[in-house]
């Protein structure tokens, strides 16, 4: 689900989530679906007003909880600005040398502990915003994704194929965009120099792990 997604994606995701909000009212993974949903309505890169009026149309419809709708046309109405920030996202993002560097403690537990790769996903995309970052290098997704598998690896899980691994890019990016901006002066992680071996936080065992990625 990491491809490009077209119009029609759109629709029979909604349509999908539709169908399981009836089968299973109010329960968690109607919730997960639905932010899910949202993220990836803002991450999209290709809308065109067409695309947007039968999203809406769609929307309006359906029998959808009044908070799962409001979200979902919100993110429709406000989907166009979205497309100056992923010109920046490809174009000028922030770079960092060695990313498992700025993780804490407690990120690393999470990403040990955590169910799925989203949910990995999300622990990373959560530290670059806290860091400071609004927007990516290719570089900067690549260490992202080494590290989740590093830490896969140590947790004896399978050897991801490498569609799979490919299709985890458009996916953390998605995540990425839809996690909420942290004030970085309030939280203290901002983000300093290019090479944080000062912070005390890096995991030794990763750095060949990463130089083979690259």
Known sequence: MSQVWSISDFLSELRHLGQLTKMRPGSLVVTTMATTFVERIRAAKNWTSAGIIQLIGEVQSMELPDAIKES????VETCQT????????????QKI?????YLTTADWQALES?????????????????????SLKENTVHQ??????????????????????H????????????????????TGHLLGGSSPEWRGLAEPSIHEWLQSSQ
């Open 114 to 134: 955590a169910v799925s790769k989203d949910d990995q996903m999300s622990v990373m995309a959560k530290r670059l915003r806290a860091m400071g970052l609004t």
């Open 97 to 101: 040398v060695h990313v498992p560097a």
């Open 82 to 93: 979205n497309e100056a920030s992923h010109i920046k996202l490809s174009t000028c993002g």
């Open 72 to 75: 979902i046309q919100e993110a």
């Open 167 to 186: 299709s985890m890019v458009d996916d953390f990016q998605a995540i990425f965009h839809g996690t909420a901006k942290i004030d970085c002066a309030q």
């Open 144 to 165: 992202v994704l080494a590290t989740l598998l590093y830490v896969n690896h140590s947790r004896g899980q399978p050897q991801m194929q490498p569609r799979a691994i």
